[in-house]
């Protein structure tokens, strides 16, 4: 029967922004993922010394007064991040001298808690617990917290309060959400967003995601669950996706964030279209909590909805006779179960072509940005389609038969002499059994 329901609309993105342990400028920090340098060192930000581990890749020299002003100035550390990557990619966009009617740009992003006030809270915790009596009084505790903690810190550990922060500084009123789906939240919310420019809803949206999990409870959280690298004795190693001697993530922290555009409004702007935004796919399996499921069902079915909106075959080839989709950015966090799952539903989308599709991991590199992972991550994607260069997995000394693909160890690959890369695809998964899948193109009028 036919619909009232509008064309949908081509999305492109038009501007990048990123904050990463390995630096802010794109182009530095895409040389330095190509040079496989590491940003894993030990955590300088509290005394980590007696945790089983001890390292993290820390984002260092950033310049958080930048957003000292009134109207920032209570922003915590991920949204200054979020801030930064945004000013970026808004100037990318070149949304500063050719703007767009801010009602019909809207913000998504997949933005983590903020980090709690802690030496307040501690304080008044210990001083609430009797040790003779091995009890907690909540009375005490309260009046002490009153005294001491206040409300700017609390309220800014809101994960909305990223949004906000950002319609403040970019004066934009279109529609506003975030999403918190763990290690896939930044990658959904791409996803998302560029659904609402397709249905016609707005123009524009800034999207991506931020998120900082370098702190005392952050953690040791991770550490109880056995999920992160324990390799105390060579850190800027650890990270090590699809080796076999892998045994943990490694964290990191940051911001990305890309503007979504309809193409009508970009031509119609004159702005840099840097990709075409050409399929989405979100599926859930909830599995377990903690793991997806071990045939990698949700992952394969979020890279086929990913496919199937772009219009490409995992059977398509191109002029080369490659598969084609050039290149897989894994969420690959370097965990014995992950990797080999999300391996073995690429298997299962790709069939005969899975073995020969690039498919690395820069989070062997960055760590994992945990729900900023996704958003830096499709930014290396844009990248990998301008140069025609694909990051390695650094660390990839014993491929592990188990995960049994292309990962592309240690060393970067020039795809140029076989006409580059014009299709990718970026993975991130998460705790609770979600998937998410974007499906980038380089941008054809």
Not at 329 to 339: C, L, P, R, S, Y
Not at 375 to 399: H, R
């Amino acid at each position: 029967m036919p619909t009232n329901d509008p064309p949908s609309r081509r999305v492109v993105i038009t501007g990048a922004g990123w904050v990463t342990p390995l630096g802010r400028d794109i182009n530095e920090v895409w040389s330095k993922l190509l040079n496989a340098q590491s940003a894993v060192a030990p955590i300088s930000r509290f005394d980590a010394s007696t945790y089983a581990t001890n390292f993290a890749a820390e984002v260092k020299d950033f310049d958080e007064a930048q957003f000292d002003s009134t109207d920032h100035k209570s922003a915590g550390r991920s949204t200054r991040f979020a801030l930064a990557a945004t000013d970026d990619a808004w100037k990318n966009a070149k949304l500063d001298t050719n703007p767009i009617d801010p009602s019909r740009i809207g913000i998504y992003t997949g933005a983590g808690e903020g980090s709690p006030d802690y030496d307040p809270y501690l304080r008044a915790t210990i001083g609430a617990w009797d040790h003779d009596a091995r009890s907690f009084n909540s009375a005490t505790w309260g009046a002490q917290a009153l005294a001491t903690m206040s409300a700017a810190p609390e309220i800014e550990q809101e994960p909305q309060l990223t949004n906000l922060h950002i319609a403040r500084r970019f004066r934009v009123t279109g529609p506003s959400l975030n999403c918190m789906t763990a290690c896939a939240a930044s990658t959904q919310a791409i996803g998302e967003a560029a659904e609402i420019i397709r249905r016609g809803d707005a123009d524009a949206m800034i999207a991506g995601g931020a998120h900082s999990m370098i702190h005392i409870l952050g953690i040791t959280g991770f550490v109880r669950l056995t999920a992160m690298s324990t390799r105390r004795d060579d850190p800027a190693t650890a990270s090590r996706p699809f080796d076999v001697s892998r045994e943990g993530f490694v964290m990191g922290e940051g911001a990305g964030i890309v503007i979504l555009e309809s193409l009508e409004s970009a031509q119609k702007r004159g702005a840099p279209i840097l990709a075409e935004l050409a399929g989405f796919g979100s599926t859930a399996d909830a599995y377990r909590i903690t793991d997806i499921h071990p045939d990698g069902k949700g992952g394969a079915g979020a890279m086929a909805r990913a496919l199937q909106q772009a219009g490409i075959s995992p059977d398509d080839t191109d002029d080369q006779g490659r598969p084609l989709v050039h290149w897989i950015n894994a969420h690959g966090t370097g965990t014995q179960e992950n990797d080999k799952t999300e391996s073995a539903g690429v298997k299962s989308v790709f069939k005969a072509n899975a073995t020969k599709i690039p498919f690395s991991s820069v989070k062997s590199m960055l760590g994992h940005l945990i729900q900023a992972a996704g958003a830096v991550e499709l930014i290396t994607c844009l990248k990998a389609i301008e140069t025609g260069i694909i990051p390695p997995t650094a660390n990839l000394k014993d491929p592990d038969p188990a995960c049994g693909l292309d990962h592309v160890p240690t060393t970067p690959r020039d795809t140029n002499p076989q006409g580059g890369i014009k299709v990718t695809l970026s993975n991130s998964f998460g705790f609770g059994g979600q998937n998410d899948c974007v499906c980038l193109t380089r941008f054809e009028p």
